[in-house]
């Protein structure tokens, strides 16, 4: 699995009848799936299935919990805008170890020119160019489409 979109891809794969989802993580190994039918609600029986699933598919060090799309809400899940098609396709096909995370982060952003990645836990260190100077706005969204291409629960830093 993976990323973000790389976990909602292969559930909506493995689970059609599953209309409404949402992956997320608050980091603390864990990884959320908020799953539903057109109603929003989430079936025992399909919840049995998903953590099942999971034990075959999910990433191991992760706890996998399922809930109800309904609780998103409720939760205070922060909503994800539709990242762009470039975006999308490293998030979906990117390297998910050093190396590779690397390459993807260069592919999308080649004006970072980032130099090394280091990771720490659940964090992923990034070092740029010590002369790279980018405007709030740049930044905000750097991080937004970062968060897609860098593994569930994994969070990223510039240093």
Known sequence: MGTRLRYEQMIKN???????????????????IYAGDITQNLDSETEIKLLDFFKVSGQAHLEHIIKPYSNLFSDNVPPVDDPPDEIKVLALAGGLNVSGIKESVNLAFPFLDVQMV??????????????????????????????????????????
């Open 118 to 159: 280091k990771v720490e836990k659940e964090t992923i260190y990034f070092t740029l160019p010590e002369d790279k100077h980018l405007t709030n706005v740049e930044w905000v969204l750097i991080n937004q489409y970062m968060h897609e291409i860098i593994p569930l629960n994994a969070r990223a830093k510039f240093i």
């Open 14 to 32: 493995e689970f059609p009848n599953i209309e409404y989802l949402r992956a997320y993580s608050p980091g603390n190994y864990q990884a959320i």
